[in-house]
């Protein structure tokens, strides 16, 4: 009897729940969308002063009507004992009516596979049509009516707790003078709000798996060096990979001089002056990256403690925001080449070491799918 109202209660709560994803702008918890509630304080793991540089979407609005824009400005801490979300918005913003009219808004994160949505929201206006439906994103609402987006790795609700435009009798350096001297949007508006709710995805809830599963090899790269602490953090994680015996038997080479870069580029370019003639994104013979980590283990040994090391390194990078890819091709070119040795000597490898591969690093300027992988490969002995 008791298993039958179980059942019946289950069929009801399957249909409920039907109806209300057939509905849009239907008001779900996010634990039903596959999100999880996190505690910010407790669980917010990422570096606070990159992560609105990184980019963030702000929405607001409500079930009738609302509206999102990509934010690289804003700040997280603490404020009249609450727990403080700040972001600004220009004056002329469509959200900006958005965020005046309403008591709550979201701030969500996207995933770099999701960089379109990103790029997408801080170009186009919706004054100009509804940006989420041209992307294919799903609305949904929190608790409180604030509308977030389904396909969101991280959603951050808060409560306004201030709002007011800069004002000019207040500017105390060059900076917001500077700013608005020539600038079209109007000033900010900055708005304070109390974290009130904040959820993860499920599966993204795993920083270190989540890292694994968004790590794609990257060949197109920005105009732009990776910072010496981040390169530091990366090879202070790949010596921290295992290695047979603790031998260690790795060196490592970062190289952050391009003039190195582009002098094994020119030799390159020489002997393979054709094919380099067909790319005319061609920029060095690492697929144009601005940083390059060259691994040299002792001959004929150590290459798994360097595979090790090369995937620990990686998913550091990974994490922090940079794209990587593992080199071969240019590693058998230059050390058949006759001309390359001045330069690689530069690297200063131990006489009885060879360099085993290189690895791009830089920050990502695709964003690849993922290939398939073939799970027929796991076979699990019961
Ligand atoms: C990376 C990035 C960061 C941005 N940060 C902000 C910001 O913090 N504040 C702001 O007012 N506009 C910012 N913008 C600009 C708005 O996102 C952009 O003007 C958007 O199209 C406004 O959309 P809306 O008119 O639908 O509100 C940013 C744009 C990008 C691409």
Request: one cysteine or more; glycine letters at 8%.
């Amino acid at each position: 009897m008791e298993q039958k109202t179980n059942a019946k209660k289950m069929l009801v709560h399957l249909f409920l729940v039907a109806v209300m994803l057939c509905l849009p702008g239907t008001t779900i918890a996010q634990e039903e969308n596959g999100f999880t509630r996190i505690n910010v304080v407790e669980d917010f793991t990422d570096n606070g002063f990159q992560w609105f540089r990184d980019a963030q979407l702000l929405c607001a609005g409500n079930k009738e009507e609302s509206n999102a824009m990509t934010i690289g400005w804003g700040g997280i801490g603490t404020l009249w004992g609450r727990t403080a979300m700040t972001v600004y918005v220009a004056e002329k913003r469509y959200t900006k009516k958005f965020m005046d009219g309403s008591e709550y808004f979201t701030v969500m994160s996207f995933d770099f596979s999701q960089g379109k949505v990103l790029d997408y929201m801080g170009r186009y206006s919706g004054r100009d049509g509804d940006k989420a439906k041209a992307l294919g994103l799903h609305t949904a609402y929190t608790a409180n009516g604030t509308p977030y987006y389904t396909e969101a790795t991280m959603v951050i609700e808060c409560k306004v707790m201030y709002a007011a435009p800069f004002d000019s009798k207040y500017y105390r350096s060059d900076a917001p003078k500077r700013m608005y001297a020539n600038f079209p949007a109007g000033v900010h508006t900055e708005y304070i709000g109390e974290v009130v709710g904040a959820w993860v995805k499920g599966e993204q809830a795993n920083a270190t798996i989540n890292a694994m599963m968004d790590r794609r090899s990257i060949r197109k790269y920005k105009d732009k060096p990776v910072e010496h602490a981040k390169l530091e953090q990366i090879a202070l994680c790949g010596i921290n990979a295992p290695s047979g015996m603790n031998q260690q038997p790795l060196e490592i080479r970062i190289v952050e001089d391009y003039s190195l870069i582009q002098q094994l580029t020119d030799i390159y370019k020489k002997a393979n002056a054709e094919q380099v003639s067909r790319d005319p994104d061609f920029k060095n013979m690492f697929r144009n990256a601005p940083n390059i980590i060259c691994v040299a283990t002792p001959k004929g040994r150590g290459q798994l403690d360097a595979g090790m090391l090369a995937q620990n390194m990686m998913l550091a990078a990974q994490s922090l925001g940079l794209g990587t890819c593992c080199l071969g091709g240019p590693v058998r070119f230059l050390i058949s080449s006759e001309e390359a040795k001045p330069y690689l000597a530069r690297l200063d490898f131990s006489p009885d070491y060879e360099l085993l591969y290189i690895l791009a690093v830089g920050y990502p300027d695709e964003s690849p799918a993922a290939k398939p992988r073939d799970e027929g490969k796991v076979k699990y002995i019961k």
